[in-house]
């Protein structure tokens, strides 16, 4: 009995690690379903709580390359979907100090995100920390040598979009010497394969042909187009995100208002993108009510 207890006490660690692990595959299985879910609430009010429950895996098994990918999408997911909206809600209404609290809730989730999936590349390649030092040029000469299979898109995807997103909500007019750096991994990430989630690659590339320095609007437009071609028109933020960014910057009312009703008339044209879509037609209302005071 006594060699007993000492066995169930050694393996103790292995047990509770073994159980960190199959609940990490379980979500990692089951995270689909919040992706097609349709109903925006439903999924603010759960994502906290799904956060919270992979932090505390984490702690178990800090190196689960599921788990931690998990993690960095699902802080990114929020921060976007649910508190900057929030932020964008309260801005319309004027709340400005209620506005810039949840701003700043974005950066700090956003930096979480990005810090967890910097973390996945390091499990990926041992040495990313060292070509993240190197100029940007080497750091690209590095993802191609060592990234070159398109299963590769989605960790280089995620990576780069919380890495970018932090950076431009936490400097969104500053330079940022670490933007460079996301934007180079999301540039290979879409090469390995343009059409990961949605084609969402190529909206954030999108965006930065938009806002990038001595950027025309010639070249935003094609990169729009090319995004919409990508996604087939089927990932809904696109057409908003050209609509709120392009469209007002080359002062177009009448495709402001096209993309937006596009977004709006839309029925489930990509169940696999079901709440981001959501998103989507949410912020369209929005924007669509502000088109007077963007459009004076």
């Known amino acids: 009995m006594l060699g007993l207890c000492v066995l169930m006490v050694g393996c103790g660690d292995v047990a509770i690690r073994f159980a960190a692990s199959s609940t ?3 979500f990692a299985r089951a995270s689909p379903a919040l992706d097609q879910h349709w109903d925006y609430d439903l999924a603010a009010d759960a994502l906290p709580g799904s956060i919270l429950q992979l932090e ?8 689960e390359e599921q788990t931690v990918l998990g993690a960095a999408r699902a802080y990114v997911a929020y921060a976007f979907g649910f508190v900057e909206d929030e932020a964008e809600a309260l ?5 400005t100090e209620e506005a810039a609290f949840q701003r700043r809730r974005a950066v700090a989730l956003y930096r979480r995100g990005r810090d967890l999936a910097l973390h996945r590349l390091r499990l990926e390649e041992s040495d990313f920390d060292e070509a993240r030092a190197e100029p940007v040029q080497d ?3 590095w993802l191609e040598d060592e990234f070159d299979d398109a299963e590769d898109a989605e960790v280089l995807f995620w990576a780069a979009y919380a890495w970018g997103s932090w950076v431009n ?6 330079p940022h010497p670490d933007r460079a750096y996301a934007i180079a991994t999301m540039r290979h990430s879409v090469a390995l394969d343009p059409s990961y989630y949605g084609a969402s690659g190529s909206i954030f590339l999108a965006f930065v042909a938009t806002k990038a320095p001595g950027s025309t609007p010639e070249r935003a437009r094609a990169a729009w187009d090319l995004a919409l071609d990508r996604s087939g028109r089927t990932n809904l ?3 908003v995100t050209m609509a709120r960014l392009h469209a007002v910057d080359t002062h177009d009312r009448a495709l402001f208002v096209e993309l937006l009703q596009e977004v709006l008339e839309a029925e489930d044209v990509a169940p696999s993108m079901r709440l981001s879509n959501q998103i ?5 209302g929005r924007y669509l009510r502000q088109v007077d005071a963007l459009f004076p």
């Open 24 to 26: 990490s595959d379980v």
């Open 280 to 284: 989507a037609k949410r912020r369209a």
């Open 169 to 174: 909500a936490a400097s969104p007019s500053a």
């Open 56 to 63: 505390g895996i984490m702690r178990v098994v800090p190196d």
């Open 237 to 239: 933020l696109a057409q």
């Open 139 to 141: 750091y690209r000469a």
């Open 91 to 95: 801005e319309a209404e004027g709340r």
